[in-house]
């Protein structure tokens, strides 16, 4: 019910060796100039109370970064103000590209990663977020996603 990406789209792997660069679990810097958190989008399943979740990455601005990183492990954090960011990571699957659609990252408790809301708009990804999907829509993501053509 969830399928995730290891790295925003903008990572390079020769970027390990650049001390201005790093990339853990949830966050992601490269450069010094570029900074990303990971976080879930999260798309209800129509007739059921499960829900199907991206895990995404989005870029943030220096300051929201800092700012986030700052409450990272502090109890509470969920009280913070959502994070304007842009989508950095391209889900192919979708017939219009995912990469800088608008987004806002709602940081929830600690051990939790944040919630991604897409800007309300037409992108297939975006309606999905918003209507939900069904059974048969997951079982065509999963061939895609574990068979790509």
């Known amino acids: 019910m969830s399928y995730s990406t ?10 390990q060796s650049d001390p201005n660069s790093m990339l853990f679990s949830d966050q992601c ?17 129509i007739g059921s109370k499960d829900v199907f979740s991206w895990g995404v990455w989005v870029s943030l601005s220096k300051e929201n ?9 502090t109890e509470g954090r969920e009280a913070e103000k959502p994070y304007f960011g842009w989508l950095s990571t391209e889900l192919a699957l979708y017939s219009e590209s995912t990469t800088n659609l ?10 939790k990663r944040p919630f991604i809301e ?10 999905e977020q918003r209507a939900g999907i069904t ?8 061939i895609a996603v574990l068979h790509p053509a």
Request: net charge negative.
């Open 6 to 15: 290891i790295a925003p789209d903008a990572w390079d792997p020769s970027f």
């Open 102 to 111: 608008k987004t806002n990252a709602h940081t929830r408790p600690v051990g």
């Open 29 to 45: 810097v490269i450069k010094g100039q570029h900074f990303f958190i990971r976080g879930l989008i999260e798309i209800p399943v």
């Open 118 to 127: 897409l800007e309300p708009n037409d992108h297939p990804l975006a309606v």
């Open 135 to 142: 059974q048969d829509r997951i079982r065509e993501i999963a």
């Open 65 to 73: 970064f800092a700012g986030a990183l700052d409450v990272w492990n």
